[in-house]
Every structure is written in structure tokens, then in C-alpha cells.
Nanobody, 125 residues
């Protein structure tokens, strides 16, 4: 089992920045691909970004390319999502996910085995 705990969400004005963190425990963190998903009210959960076990490969949704950056610190068992140039359409609950693999992170929520409880991000003036 892997336990994931997100933090760093909050209220931010349009154009602002936030950094989300996801702390993992329970298994060898470096054996897992990690990802961030988000779910807005009334919408399906959607892929935001993914990172391979050794940070060698990152994948982004088109809607966040150039604005969001996913990175990880295996020594701290933590994955991060740096979010810049936020707009109201980024408002959602953001979830961290994990999959034990040395492969490329997938973009389908069904591919991941472990999930955090989510952290709310609200972009509003």
C-alpha cells in the first residue's frame, strides 16, 4: 500500500501561482510513476501531468503545458506541481496518483493504483 497526502491548495487570484505537494509513504517511492489529476464540479476527473520514477519523462495535458511543471524529490518521497499563470478554468480539486512502474506515466485515471484525498484549488478575483 501507498499512502498519498496532498497539500498546498488554496485561493489564488487569476495570474497567480501555487505549488502543490504530495507526500508518499508506505513503499519505495522511487519505484512509482506519479501524476496529478483534477476534477472540477460537474466534470470528470482529468489528467494534468505525470512524471516517471526517475524524472526522466514528464507528460502534460495540453491545457497546462507551459504553465504547470511537475517534479519530484525521491529523497523526500514527494512530488510537486508548480502552477503558474492560473486562470479560473484551473479551479478544481487536485489529486495525486501513483502507479508502480518504471515506464512512462499514463494519462488515464484507471491506470493508477493509489490516490490521495485531494486538495482544493480555487482561482478567483
Amino acid at each position: 500500500q501507498v499512502q498519498l497526502v496532498e497539500s498546498g491548495g488554496g485561493l489564488v487570484q487569476p495570474g497567480g501561482s501555487l505549488r502543490l505537494s504530495c507526500a508518499a509513504s508506505g513503499r519505495t517511492f522511487s519505484n512509482y510513476a506519479m501524476a496529478w489529476f483534477r476534477q472540477a464540479p460537474g466534470k470528470e476527473r482529468e489528467f494534468v501531468a505525470g512524471i516517471s520514477w526517475n524524472s526522466g519523462r514528464t507528460v502534460y495535458a495540453d491545457s497546462v503545458k507551459g504553465r504547470f511543471t511537475i517534479f519530484r524529490d525521491n529523497a523526500k518521497n514527494t512530488v510537486y506541481l508548480q502552477m503558474n499563470s492560473l486562470n479560473p478554468e484551473d479551479t478544481a480539486v487536485y489529486y495525486c496518483a501513483a502507479k508502480r512502474t518504471f515506464g512512462i506515466p499514463g494519462s488515464s485515471s484507471s491506470w493508477y493504483d493509489y490516490w490521495g484525498q485531494g486538495t482544493q484549488v480555487t482561482v478567483s478575483s
